[in-house]
């Protein structure tokens, strides 16, 4: 398997823009996770689906996120429209029951907005 | 609300000497502990992991965690350090759901 694969690995756009994410999860994960790192705030779980249903988004920032789940082998994360502070990268994770809590992580995303 | 600490932002180890790096919890009921580690422009990937039974697990690349209940704590720990350790490594609480929260990572340097 390929492993959870991310797009773009590298993204620079200018403020205001809207900015895609876009993950494909392990072929058979039934669980997709969105997490932020930056050196201030750590490792923050944004948002979760479950069977591509949204289970947990309280950690999605504000309205300017938004995450889908269309089908079982495609999410993205969209920031409309971006700022400097969204600066981050952006990993997308899954993991399959019994062992949910076993997550893969993809390369992820540096985002840059300047 | 569960949570986890990571005390030390940076340990330090010499080559061949043993390393401990520390992990404190606080999660209602019984919880579940895990360890990831992150190499650079790496995703993190999963070490190991104790849900229940034996308070010492073993993991990956020769690392082992110590459950203790009643300190709360789940440390890392590793006999011999080697310099391909070095990497930022993160303890993680669950409570039997299927969120994780991690803490805020500690850099692992091993001299040399």
């Known amino acids: 398997d390929a492993g959870v694969i991310q797009s773009p690995r590298h993204e620079v756009t200018e403020m205001g823009q809207e900015v895609t994410l876009r993950c494909k999860p392990i072929?058979?994960?039934?669980?997709l996770f969105w997490y932020r790192q930056t050196m201030m705030r750590g490792l923050e779980l944004l948002i979760y689906f479950n069977n591509n249903v949204p289970i947990d988004d309280s950690g999605m920032p504000e309205d300017r996120f938004s995450a889908k789940m269309p089908n079982a082998s495609f999410s993205t994360l969209k920031i409309q429209p971006s700022e400097p502070r969204d600066s981050a990268v952006y990993f997308c994770?899954?993991?399959?029951?019994?062992?949910?809590?076993?997550?893969?992580f993809g390369p992820g995303t540096r985002l840059t907005v300047t | 609300a569960q949570s986890v600490a990571q005390p030390e932002d940076q340990v330090n180890v010499a080559e061949g000497n043993p390393l401990t790096v520390k992990c404190t919890y606080s999660v209602s009921g019984n919880p579940y502990l895990f360890w990831y580690v992150q190499y650079p422009n790496r995703g993190l990937q999963f070490l190991l992991k104790y849900i229940t039974g034996d308070n010492l697990v073993k993991g990956s690349y020769g690392f082992e965690a110590e459950f203790n209940k009643s300190q709360t704590s789940f440390h890392l720990k590793k006999p011999s350090a080697l310099v391909s350790d070095s990497a930022l490594y993160f303890c993680a609480v669950s409570r039997r759901d299927d969120k994780i929260i991690f803490g805020k990572g500690t850099r692992l340097h091993i001299l040399p």
């Open positions: 072929s058979g994960h039934d669980y």
């Open positions: 994770a899954s993991s399959s029951p019994p062992r949910a809590y076993e997550q893969y």
